[in-house]
């Protein structure tokens, strides 16, 4: 797994519920160290383990805790920059949705070897659209339903989202109802960074 993955979790740890609750997760997982390093990648198990202690510190299932990462990693000021690429989606919820068809390209465009979930977007015959997300990892899928719904609460729309389980395939199946586009006032963007 690309150390990118295991940092995220780890910040989200560390950000969320302290310093000592990951050296906890850290330590109980038997990582052998303190930190991962972004670029370097590390084996599957590695992951699962880090995962798995998580879950058992924070006594929350791994599938809500996985959630909860999603959010955290476009709500977080500490990881802005993936808010900012997956705002340049598009100017509306329903846009940035379909623009996730093409999140796999764009992300190889900056990190080659970074192993990103392969998701197709595409509107049902009731006006609902469905998410599938197929990834090495099992359970990336509870992720995204954390990403799009703190999206929705980006953009200001009101939508419901359900993780449908899994395809034979293995793909991940999620439901999206878009119940209003502009439900309540968005954060704002702007395409320019603001300097500081």
């Keep these: 797994m690309h150390g990118m993955i295991n940092r995220a979790i780890q910040c989200f740890l560390r950000d969320t519920y302290g310093p000592q609750i990951w050296a906890d997760v850290a330590e109980q997982a038997d990582l052998g160290f303190d930190n ?36 955290y990693l476009v709500s977080h000021p500490n990881v802005e920059a993936i808010r900012r ?41 009731d006006g609902t659209h469905s998410l599938t997300c197929l990834h090495s990892m099992p359970g990336f899928g509870y992720a995204m339903v954390g990403v799009m719904r703190a999206m929705a609460d980006d953009y200001g729309a009101l939508v419901f989202l359900e993780h449908q389980g899994w395809r034979d395939s293995g793909e991940e199946i999620i439901n999206i ?13 702007d395409l320019a960074a603001q300097a500081v």
């Design 36 to 71: 991962f390093e972004a670029m370097l990648n590390y084996p599957d198990e590695v992951t699962i383990k880090l995962l798995a202690s998580a879950a058992r510190n924070l006594s929350k299932p791994v599938d809500a805790m996985l959630e909860d990462i999603g959010t």
């Design 85 to 125: 690429l997956l705002r340049f989606g598009g100017d509306e919820y329903r846009e940035f949705l379909f623009s996730l068809n093409e999140i796999e390209g764009r992300s190889r465009l900056a990190l080659p070897d970074l192993e990103v979930p392969k998701l197709e977007v595409f509107e049902n015959p």
């Design 177 to 189: 109802q878009l119940l209003e586009e502009s439900f309540a006032e968005g954060r704002s963007f």
